[in-house]
């Protein structure tokens, strides 16, 4: 640990004494699920101040970390264990989320700030896998089995994993790796398609890259490694999925982009959460399915487990509700919306009579695929605000979101559809 610290500091430009070194790591000792985070605002904070030399002292390093001590109290006091919670809960629908395009020129990626339709146009549907190709194109180029080294001058074809273009490959022998989507523009063919052009292959005789083996279907991008044949086939040998990349090393890289649609956390709130959810050991989320409505045995059972939720020493921070809210489909021959907009208000008395639940938790509701909307085809808009105003005026903080929607709290982030 010491030697990363000196290592981190010299990074920045910083020296430090021993006893500057020792007060550095007692301040990561207070948090070591994310020491990394930690000294990331431990130097951001030094680099702000106005320090004489270069060669830092005990004093200079406690004076930051005192101010930062100060400020995590201060939340903590202002903030107690349910508001903390309740605070860090953030929900995202699924038609406010970001949309995103990969520039292969710029190898950039940039956010789609035009309206976007309800209804796609005929070029949509190309745009969706082209979209989706240079996304895997490109994380598959940082990839090191894939990628050729900058200063790596001699190179044997079978150590080279680095990818062709399908059109490069007139006139290419020997081994090669290609990557693409697996289409069938004949009957009974199978191509593979990349951007510059398809070529037919034959898998018979190919095996996975994975000791298990693999399910290949139409439209699933593939890295294949073989030989183009001279009768123009691509004889697979060895395919396999893209190679997954680490969450960790996909936010360096992408650093300041908000694709997950939370908002970007900064250094502070990351620590501030981390932490949060450390001290959240009792913490837990109830998520429920098909709670209808319409039917008395379903209400009492979900009257018996908000009672049993009631009781515990420590409540859960969030229920999701998920539909369908009614046991008959909400479609045009439904006729009972005043019922199911009364059996709502019935159920935000039912969460009201909890004191601790309706106090100390939120509820998420999502719609099913049978309740009332514009279509079923995902995603689904909220529950109709005629519906719900019932059970708001019980439960006014309660969250009516999309199908599927997306929600962290603390350091945890989730998708639920």
């Known amino acids: 640990m010491r030697k990363k610290l000196q290592r981190k500091f010299r990074l920045r430009g910083f020296t430090l004494k021993v006893d500057a070194l020792e007060e550095a790591a007692a301040f990561l000792d207070r948090f070591p699920d994310a020491e990394d985070d930690a000294l990331d605002l431990l130097l951001d904070e030094l680099d702000k101040e106005p320090l004489k030399s270069s060669i830092l002292d005990r004093d200079a390093v406690r004076r930051v970390v005192s101010l930062l001590v100060e400020a995590e109290e201060a939340v903590d006091a ?16 699924s038609f406010v989320v970001p949309r995103f395009h990969y520039d292969p020129i710029k190898k950039v990626f940039y956010e789609h700030t035009g309206r976007l339709s309800i209804h796609g146009e005929a070029g949509d549907k190309a745009a969706l896998y082209r979209d989706r190709y240079q996304v895997l194109l490109q994380r598959l180029a940082r990839d090191k089995y894939f990628s050729r080294p900058a200063f790596e001058t001699v190179m ?24 693409g989507v697996i289409s069938q523009l004949e009957e009974r063919q199978f191509y593979l398609e990349d951007l510059t052009g398809a070529v037919p292959i034959d898998l018979a005789n190919a095996i996975s890259l994975k000791p298990l083996p693999c399910f290949f279907v139409e439209n699933t991008v593939i890295v294949a490694e073989g030989e183009l ?7 697979v040998n060895t395919c396999g999925f893209p190679p997954l990349e680490d969450r960790e090393a996909s936010l360096s890289l992408l650093m300041g982009l908000d694709f997950f649609g939370g908002g970007v956390i900064p250094t502070e709130e990351t620590l501030r959460l981390s932490s949060l959810e450390n001290k959240a050991v009792n913490d837990m989320f109830v998520i429920l399915s098909d709670v209808w409505l319409d039917n008395p045995e379903t209400m009492e059972k979900l009257g018996v487990v908000l009672d049993g939720y009631e009781s515990v020493e420590v409540v859960p921070s969030l229920f999701v509700l998920m539909g369908n809210f009614c046991s008959q489909p909400c479609n045009l021959a439904f006729n009972s919306f005043e019922e199911l907009r009364l059996q709502f208000g019935k159920l935000g008395e039912m969460i009201a009579a909890r004191t601790r639940l309706k106090e100390h938790s939120r509820f998420l ?3 099913g695929p049978d309740d009332a909307g514009p279509s079923k085809a995902l995603p689904r808009c909220a529950l109709p605000k005629y519906l719900i105003e019932e059970l708001q005026k019980h439960i006014p903080n309660a969250i009516f979101v999309s199908n599927p929607c997306r929600f962290d709290t603390k350091a945890l982030r989730c998708i639920i559809i």
């Open 78 to 93: 202002a903030s107690p264990a349910a508001t903390s919670a309740r605070s860090a809960l953030r929900v995202v629908d």
């Open 365 to 367: 509701f999502i719609p």
């Open 229 to 235: 044949l001279l009768n123009g086939i691509f004889q």
């Open 156 to 179: 044997t074809e079978s150590d080279s994993c680095e990818i062709t273009s399908i059109q490069s490959l007139i006139g290419c022998t020997g081994r090669r790796w290609i990557m």
